[in-house]
């Protein structure tokens, strides 16, 4: 699983960030050990549980603009096939509180996305799409302000949007649940 987002501080708790939350929702509950520095981010492994499958969560520490970096190193040393990989990112053109999986498809101008068809070799790669809404204007610097802005909805609907891409993702890793 690759949770985008971007390092540092300046940047927790914002909607392009909501990759990283799920991402340390899923290897709390999958009780992960303390993710380690590798793969030019924060990575972590292990089963999902007692005879469960085994697991990688890649957090990178590029910039959203360069998650490839890390993530298709992180593919390459692991031996993983892109049908394998779950992206988690946030999602502009979906209403907050919506989640949706999917199976390759358009980038939307996503720059994150970009980056990691371009490492990982192909588009072909599970997606959750965590929906933050969209701004009124389509005005690049109002739309990256919006997605580099800490939420406003009520922090429990925060908490209950990423529970829920994280059972989105959990249902494609544990379940095998298919990609609508």
């Known amino acids: 699983m690759v949770g985008?987002?971007?390092p540092g501080d300046r940047y927790a708790g914002t909607r392009h960030n909501v990759g990283f939350e799920v991402g340390r929702v899923l290897a709390e509950h999958w009780e992960l050990p303390r993710a380690r520095?590798?793969?030019a981010g924060l990575y972590t492994d292990g089963r999902t549980g007692p005879g469960g499958p085994r697991v990688g969560i890649v957090l990178p520490q590029t910039f959203?603009?360069?998650?490839?970096r890390s993530a298709g190193?992180?593919?390459g040393a692991l031996g993983v096939g892109l049908d394998r990989i779950v992206v988690v990112h946030d999602e502009i053109d979906l209403p907050f509180g919506?989640?949706?999986t999917r199976l390759g498809g358009g980038l939307a101008g996503h720059n994150g996305l970009k980056s990691l068809r371009r490492e990982l070799g192909g588009p072909d790669f599970h997606r959750v799409r965590?929906?933050?809404?969209?701004p009124e204007s389509?005005?690049?610097?109002?739309?990256?302000g919006h997605v580099l802005s800490r939420f406003r909805e009520p922090r429990d609907e925060v908490a209950e949007l990423v529970?829920?891409?994280?059972?989105a993702v959990e249902d494609l890793v544990v379940e095998g649940g298919q990609v609508p």
């Open 163 to 167: 529970d829920r891409a994280a059972r």
């Open 98 to 100: 919506e989640v949706r």
């Open 138 to 144: 389509t005005d690049p610097e109002i739309v990256a």
């Open 64 to 68: 959203m603009n360069e998650a490839g």
């Open 73 to 75: 190193p992180a593919r």
């Open 37 to 39: 520095k590798r793969y």
């Open 4 to 6: 985008l987002g971007n």
């Open 130 to 134: 965590v929906g933050v809404g969209r």
